[in-house]
Structure formats: C-alpha cells, structure tokens
C-alpha cells in the first residue's frame, strides 16, 4: 500500500475517494500519459476490425496518433507519423490500403510493414537513407482476439504478463467474436471517472431504470481483482436471459458457453447464464461479458478533462451471417445505458474539480473503485 493510499483509508476501513485535483490538473494529466499510460499494454480494438490483409484502423492516445494494419505477418501498430516532416499519415478512422500508405503532404510511400518504399526526388539527397525511415513500429500482441499495443519499454514484455492473474474467459471465445455495430462518444469527463463509474452499480436505480428493471442493482456479486483488473459479476432477474431492450432474446448462447452449460452444475465455475461479468482492465478497457454477446469500451483520454470512448458490440460471427441476425435492441439498450452513464460522469466532473468538493468515503458496494484507486496510485508512484 502506497503512503498516500495508507492517508486514505478511514479508520473504519473504507477507502476515500481520489482528491479532486486527479480528475482535471494537466501535469497529472501528463504524468498519467508519461509513466501509466505508456508502460502498459492497452487496448487498441478487436482483432476483427482488420481482419483481411490491408485493413487499417487508427487511435489517438493523448496526443500520439497510432496506426494499426493487418500485415501478412499479424496485426501491426505503428506512430501514425510521416518520417519525412511529422504529418500525419492516414487521417481515415479505419479503412482498406490496398498495398501501401502514401502521405498526403509530399507523397512519401510506406508499404503494409512500415518501409519506406518510395518518395520523390529524394534519392542521393543529403542524409537521406530509406533504410532508416521506416515508419517507427508500436509493439502489438493479441490476448483473447483483442489487439494491445505498448509505447514505452516499461512495464511488461508481455500482455499475458500484464494479465496472468485475469480470470479465464475462453468460454467466451472472444477471438471468434466480430463487432457488428460502433459507437464513438466524446465525454466532457477524465478518464478515470468513467473507469469508477463502470465499477460500481451503487448508481443503477437511479442512473439506469432499465437496467435496474432487468439486473438489480444489489445484485453484484464477489469482487475479482488482480494485478491489472478488477470487476465481478451482476445477476439477470428471474425471467431475463440478456440485457437488451426487453432482457430476453431467442438467440442462443455462445458456443462455449453452451460447452460449459453441458457440464454438471457444481463442475462450472461460473453462473454463466444468469451472470453477467463486468470487467475493468487497466487502463483502458472495460469489457463486459453476456451469455449471448460481447460488449467492450476502449477509453481514448484526449485531455484532462475529456476521453473519446469507443463501444463495440461483438457477436460470434457464426450468429452474425444468420439471416435473422439482429443487434438492433442491445446497440439501444446500451447505447441509452452508455449516453446514462456519461451524462452523470460529466456532472461528476463539474463537481469533483470545485473546491467544494471534499471526499469522504466509497459506499461498500464501490469495493472495486477503492480497487482501481490502489492499482492508479501505485502505478504512478512507482514511476516517481
Ligand atoms: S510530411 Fe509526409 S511526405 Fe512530407
Ligand atoms: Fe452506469
């Protein structure tokens, strides 16, 4: 336990709250970007979004602007940064290059593994060298059909080392999901706030009604944490079989959570079918987990006091060619849960940067926000 998490906990226990300078003052803002945000393996996306040779998709982190492209050898990331005078290579948010990258400024030309293969009238100029002007590469690894990416050479080497105490989730078989619909929102919130509102049901009731109506809010079950995660299960109510607009639908579970509903109920290690599990894996990926469909956020912090959230909606792709195939009422439920979710972490946001604000204590059922705080204040303080 760090000195300034130890100054925080109240002597019954329960952990205060972050101060309120951690949610909007810029040089924590930097030093999140410098030290937390680059020394961790975070969440590009889901594999599926380049799945054919070519497909590119790019991210903003703070204020590096990242490339991701399907190569004959995987998924690979680089800076979204001309090696010739800084511009920005691809402003697409995702698309197609059908065998290279030309820069928008002076035409230099990268192919699909980042060389440098041509850029005109430069050849016997002064220092100019192809070989070294390759686009700089961001390492990239998939973990369970998500693609994670590293900027700085802290931290772990691996993702599965980042994630080695992360529950097993195969049942889920996320590398076999593909996203079928995308949202992009811009939250006038820091990034942290939407984490801790992910992490706790405490505002259910109130914020989300039906939700409430579907998955009580007291109905959370044991928390899980790790080194780099935290999160636990909700409870569908008796007569609901999902979370979508009307808690039931017709379609069937995901095929490996079929295989574990076919064994013996004391051999599972979950409640697959009424559970559903919420997860926040630092930094920045909030993934949550139905019987029938895969919900995940990736948080992009574009500034102290605002975050580009991007939510995917992710069926087995077996489902999605059915011609019956439809996402129309989780995209709704969600998409009013989410637009719930980030109106009430903006009021937070106003708040929490006031002098007026004074914080106390979590309420019990935020165990897991006192979690993150522990995690987010080691992480920075191992960096000082
Ligand atoms: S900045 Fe890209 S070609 Fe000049
Ligand atoms: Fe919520």
Redesign the pocket.
Same mark, same amino acid.
């Given at each position: 336990m760090s000195a300034e998490q130890a100054a925080r906990t109240t002597e019954k226990g329960l952990q205060k709250p972050l101060d309120g300078h951690y949610f909007h003052r810029p040089d924590v803002f930097e030093r999140e970007q410098r030290f937390l945000f680059r020394d961790s393996w975070l969440c590009a996306g889901h594999a599926s979004e380049a799945s054919q040779l070519g497909d590119y998709f790019t991210r903003t982190l703070g204020r590096e602007p990242l490339l991701f492209v399907r190569t004959k050898s995987g998924i690979k990331g680089y800076f979204n940064v001309? =090696? &010739? =005078?800084?511009?920005r290579?691809v402003a697409d948010e995702c698309g197609r290059a059908a065998k290279n990258f030309?820069?928008?400024? &002076? !035409?230099?030309t990268y192919s699909l593994n980042g060389s440098l293969i041509g !850029?005109p009238r430069m050849k016997g100029a002064k220092g100019y060298d192809p070989e070294q002007l390759s686009l700089l590469e961001v390492p990239t690894q998939e973990w369970n059909g998500f693609v994670f990416f590293k900027l700085g050479a802290g931290g772990h080497h691996h993702v599965h080392e980042q994630l080695d105490d992360f529950p097993d989730i195969s049942p889920y078989g996320c590398e076999d999901l593909v996203s079928t619909s995308r949202r992009i929102y811009q939250v006038s919130a820091n990034w942290k706030l939407l984490c801790q509102n992910y992490g706790e049901c405490y505002h259910c009731a109130l914020v989300h009604p039906q939700l409430n109506d579907i998955s009580n809010y007291l109905s959370g079950g044991d928390q899980e944490s790790g080194e780099c995660f935290v999160g636990g299960p909700m409870k569908l109510n008796r007569g609901y079989n999902t979370l979508n607009m009307t808690g039931n639908t017709e379609r069937g579970n995901l095929p490996g959570i079929d295989a574990q509903l076919r064994r013996p109920a004391d051999n599972r290690e979950r409640d697959f079918e009424r559970g559903v599990f919420f997860y926040n894996i630092y930094p920045n990926l909030l993934l949550s987990l139905h019987r029938d469909y895969v919900l995940s956020h990736t948080l992009w912090p574009t500034g102290p006091e605002t975050t580009t959230i991007i939510c995917d909606w992710l069926f087995h792709q077996d489902q999605v060619q059915q011609p019956d195939f439809e996402d129309r009422s989780e995209v709704e439920f969600w998409h009013l849960t989410n637009q719930q979710d980030w109106n009430i972490c903006e009021q937070t946001h106003i708040g929490v940067r006031s002098s007026g604000y004074q914080p106390v204590t979590y309420h019990a059922g935020e165990s897991c926000l006192a979690e993150f705080d522990r995690w987010y204040l080691e992480t920075l303080c191992r960096t000082e």
């Open positions: 001309c =090696r &010739h =005078r800084g511009t290579l030309q820069c928008p400024y &002076h !035409a230099w !850029a």
